[in-house]
Structure formats: structure tokens, C-alpha cells
């Protein structure tokens, strides 16, 4: 297996964005071959150098925790094969023998009076609130088509977000641009001295509160936990998940279920929050106010925390505030109508690579902070994500000789759903599979 020894731009590029030195991206190669490499836009160049940032932050880490600078960071090869693998985790999930359900029968492109419009209907209240505002007289998508027929793109969008559904028009054109990594804040303050940690593990001990739902923030975490940290993820009992989408992302991590608003649960989230090392979150822009975990507040009482937040549209503007997955910011910034068939209709990159690109890329921010003693705010979102790959990735050199199969990088694991047939991690093996959704103790594991 053949390993290239060119310098990544991307890698440089994305290590850049999170502020490493320059020089330590040159440690990272890539060997072997994937399948990522097709369509008009470089999703393989994103895809090995999320991975490459994340594995070199990693080593940075242990380099740190072992007692040496972040310069003594060991040299990285990251295996292509596996690299592709994971970016469609979900094709590859088996639970019990069973394909998983990507998107529901309302999710998907349709045409309007005046174009194209995606639509998210996964999770029930989301396919709720579509079948209001547009007045479906069933939730069919032979009524969903019928009704789009006589309507604008723009239309459809704005009445799904009226009565908080997923809509979004298929831009043309490319979305303004964003930066790679929005805000980069110190606080000044440290978090808690981290020792040595086992090989492989460079985040052992390290306590991380998951407040992350679907693909990117639950990449980032999945792979913090199988990097040794301990991550509990915390959600309301009132928005259960989709099982088929946690048992891919539950690797690496537990699941718990608090209510905020009352005041039992709240006490126990506050003993969790008074012990974590770092929070990652995944919610839209100003969500968590109403609780008093905006990330400013939440430095504020603790100001050696490592915050990452997470958003869909960026930080800033008109479309700051709303909801978004990989699937519509594709459709909204321009991607879709690039990847578009002969035929007109839009379409879709190789893989939901904003979602697992953004989540490697969450995941090496938070290990940067660490190994930079914390107190650090960080900010991602899928549509700079979006941005850097329309607009500052070049294609590499052409995959090493050898072709591609997934097989080397499937396994097979027991967990709380029953075997699960999944992708392998790029950076290793999970201790286990995950538990059931929801069920595990509102409690850190012993350090």
C-alpha cells in the first residue's frame, strides 16, 4: 500500500483554520484508496483532510499530555479506505441483519412552479409541522407532490419554516462565504492539568457533555469517545431520536435523558456540568438562552471549559437561527444544483460530507483546546464547512492503485439494538457497541 508523500493542501488548509502550526500538517499522508473521488467537487480532499486534522490534533494531545510540547507530535498516515468507509457510516449500518431508514417518504428534492425544493421530514414533528403548512390533505408523497406543483420554491421554504418544519428552496448559485472555523475565543483561564494517557487514548479522562443530535456534532463525540474521553449525552425526554440514526452515532459514548425545565432533572445536569471538561453542542444559534447554557454564560461560570458549538447556517445573518442539516445546506448553498443531473434535477454529493467532514472537524477543535490547557470557545457550522469545499479545496493527486472495498473497515458488534454491522472509526476500534437511546444513568464514570 503505496503512502503519498505530496503536501495536502487541504490538510494545511483545514489545520490552519484551527490554528495548529503549519509545519505539523506536513506529518500527515494519506495511503490506499477510497471511492470518495466522484462528481464535479473535491469531497475525497475534504473527507482525508477532516480525518488528517483530527488524528494529527490527537497526536498533539498526547504529545502534550506525555510531557512534551505539541511540536514532539508523532507523524500521522491516514488510510483512505477507512476514511471513506466511515463518511457513509449509514449506508453501511446493519442493525440485526436490517438496512437502516435514511430519509422518510417526505424527505427529498421536488419540483415547483419555478424550480426545486428539499425537504427534511425524518423525524415525525418536522414531518408534522410540512403536512401543516402546506395544508397536505394526507401525509403522502403523492400529496406532497400535488401541492408543490402550483407553489414557488421560496414559497414552500418559508411556509415549512412558519410552522417550524425543513424546507429549502435549491439555491443557484453558491452561498456567501463563510469561514471554516467562525470564532476562535480565549478565556484566559485553564481547565483542569491533564497527566499521561494510555496509548491511543490521548482524551482519557477528559469528561465531555454531548449536546448534539443527528450526524455532525454525534461524529464529533462518537470519536472524542473513542479517543478515550468520557462523553454522556444529555436530551429531552420530550424529542426522542430516530434509533437507526443513534445506533450509528451512539459509538464512544451514553445516553441520557433530563428535562431542564424541571427542577430535578436541572439539578442533576448542573452536577454534571460543574465536573465536564468540555461541551459540544449542536443546536441552533441562541436554542439553549432560555435555559441559561449559552455558551458566553456557560464560560462565565466556567471559564476553563472547552465550548464547541455547532450550527447548521453560520453565525451570522438572516438564516443564523434556522434549523438545517447536511441534506439542505447542500440544496440551500448551491451544492445540489452543482451536482445536478443532465436532466436538471438536483443533486447530492458521494456522501453527507458537510455532516462528517464538520464533525472531524468539531472533534480536532475540542482536542487543540485541550492540549491548549482550555478555556477556549469554538464555532463550526455545515455551511462554512460548505464554503471551504465550493471554494478552497483542489483536487489531489489522483487515490493510490488498488481500488476500493469497504469489507477491510465493517464490523460487527453486539449493542443495545443487537448486532450491529457498522464502520470502523479511521483512528481504531470501539470498546463497544451503544446502548439503547436514552437509557443509561445521568452519571460520569469514575476517573
Known amino acids: 500500500m503505496g503512502i503519498s508523500e505530496e503536501r495536502d493542501s487541504g490538510t494545511a488548509g483545514a489545520w490552519a483554520a484551527l490554528g495548529g502550526a503549519p509545519e505539523l500538517a506536513r506529518r500527515v499522508r494519506f495511503a490506499g484508496a477510497g471511492d470518495l473521488g466522484e462528481g464535479p467537487l473535491p469531497v ?18 498526547a504529545a502534550v499530555r506525555g510531557g512534551g510540547e505539541a511540536e514532539d507530535a508523532s507523524p500521522l498516515v491516514v488510510d483512505e479506505g477507512a476514511v471513506a468507509t466511515a463518511f457513509v457510516s449509514e449506508r453501511h449500518l446493519r442493525v440485526e441483519g436490517r438496512a437502516p431508514v435514511v430519509f422518510a417518504p417526505l424527505s427529498g428534492f421536488w419540483q415547483t412552479a419555478d424550480g426545486w425544493v428539499r425537504t427534511h421530514a425524518n423525524y415525525p414533528h418536522h414531518e408534522a409541522a410540512l403536512v401543516r403548512a402546506l395544508g397536505l390533505p394526507t401525509a403522502t408523497p403523492e400529496a406532497l407532490r400535488a401541492a408543490l406543483a402550483g407553489r414557488t420554491a421560496v414559497e414552500v421554504q418559508e411556509l415549512a419554516y412558519g410552522e417550524g418544519g425543513l424546507a429549502v428552496a435549491v439555491a443557484r448559485g453558491y452561498g456567501e462565504p463563510q469561514p471554516l472555523v467562525e470564532s476562535v475565543r480565549r478565556t484566559g483561564a485553564r481547565g483542569r ?54 445506533a450509528d452515532t451512539g459509538f464512544g459514548k451514553r445516553s441520557a435523558r433530563l428535562d431542564l425545565a424541571a427542577p430535578g432533572d436541572r439539578a442533576v445536569f448542573e452536577g454534571l456540568l460543574a465536573e465536564a471538561d468540555v461541551v459540544v453542542t449542536g443546536y441552533r444559534p441562541g436554542a439553549l438562552r ?62 453527507q460530507a458537510l455532516d462528517h467532514g464538520t464533525g472531524y472537524l468539531v472533534a480536532a477543535g475540542v482536542l487543540r483546546a485541550l492540549a491548549g490547557g482550555g478555556g477556549r470557545r469554538l464555532r463550526f457550522s455545515l455551511a462554512g464547512t460548505a464554503s471551504w469545499l465550493v471554494r478552497d479545496l483542489a483536487p489531489a493527486s489522483p487515490p493510490a492503485a488498488g481500488g476500493y472495498a469497504a469489507e477491510p473497515w465493517l464490523r460487527e458488534t453486539a449493542s443495545g439494538y443487537g448486532v450491529l454491522r457498522h464502520a470502523a472509526s479511521p483512528f481504531g476500534e470501539w470498546a463497544a457497541g451503544p446502548s439503547r437511546w436514552g437509557t443509561d444513568p445521568a452519571v460520569w464514570l469514575p476517573r
Open 44 to 61: 475525497r480532499e475534504l473527507a482525508r483532510a477532516t480525518v488528517g486534522v483530527c488524528g494529527l490534533a490527537a497526536a498533539e494531545l
Open 290 to 351: 432560555r435555559f441559561g447554557l449559552d455558551p458566553q454564560d456557560l464560560l462565565e461560570r466556567r471559564p476553563g471549559l472547552v465550548v464547541a458549538e455547532l450550527c447548521a447556517w453560520g453565525w451570522r445573518g438572516p438564516w443564523a437561527a434556522r434549523r438545517g442539516f447536511d441534506s439542505l445546506v447542500q440544496a440551500g448553498y448551491g451544492i445540489a444544483e452543482r451536482c445536478a443531473a443532465d436532466g436538471g434535477a438536483p443533486g447530492v454529493l458521494p456522501a
Open 193 to 246: 492539568k491533564l497527566g499521561p494517557a494510555p496509548a491511543g487514548r490521548p482524551a482519557t479522562g477528559v469528561r465531555v457533555l454531548d449536546l448534539t443530535r443527528v450526524i455532525a456534532g454525534p461524529v464529533a463525540t462518537r470519536t472524542l469517545g473513542l479517543l478515550g474521553a468520557d462523553v454522556l449525552r444529555i436530551d429531552s425526554p420530550g424529542l426522542p431520536e430516530a434509533d437507526d440514526a443513534y
